[in-house]
């Protein structure tokens, strides 16, 4: 599986972004799709994820201004990021997981400046 995300740049503080992430390959494997982040000299973490059954899951520092999604052949999932806040800078990274593997795409960064 490959993932191709896209979508970051820089914003103001409150504003919006979308970001997408395109998987190819052998999607039949994927069970959960995922977006992380990783802020300069931290860890990276787990901001949203999705099952195929459409179960989600929030970090909470973004629920309520953050949702995620994706569509219904699970070839693309989406981040629409609301509100954002300088602390939401980072290098957002795609992540979708089946079958006991991990795949990762290149991350898109994303800066909210004050």
């Known amino acids: 599986v490959q993932l191709q995300a896209s979508g970051g740049g820089l914003v103001q503080v409150g504003e919006s972004l979308r970001l997408s992430c395109i998987a190819s390959?052998?999607?039949?494997?994927?069970?959960?799709m995922a977006w992380y982040r990783q802020a300069p000299e931290k860890q990276r973490e787990l901001v949203a994820s999705i099952s195929t059954d459409g179960m989600t899951i929030y970090s909470n520092s973004v629920k309520g201004r953050f949702t995620i999604s994706r569509n219904s052949a699970k070839i693309t999932v989406f981040l629409q990021m609301n509100t954002l806040k300088p602390e939401d800078t980072a290098v957002y990274y795609c992540?979708?997981?089946?079958?006991?593997?991990?795949?990762w795409g290149e991350g898109t960064q994303v800066t909210v400046s004050s």
């Open positions: 390959g052998n999607i039949s494997e994927i069970d959960v």
């Open positions: 992540n979708m997981a089946g079958r006991g593997r991990d795949f």
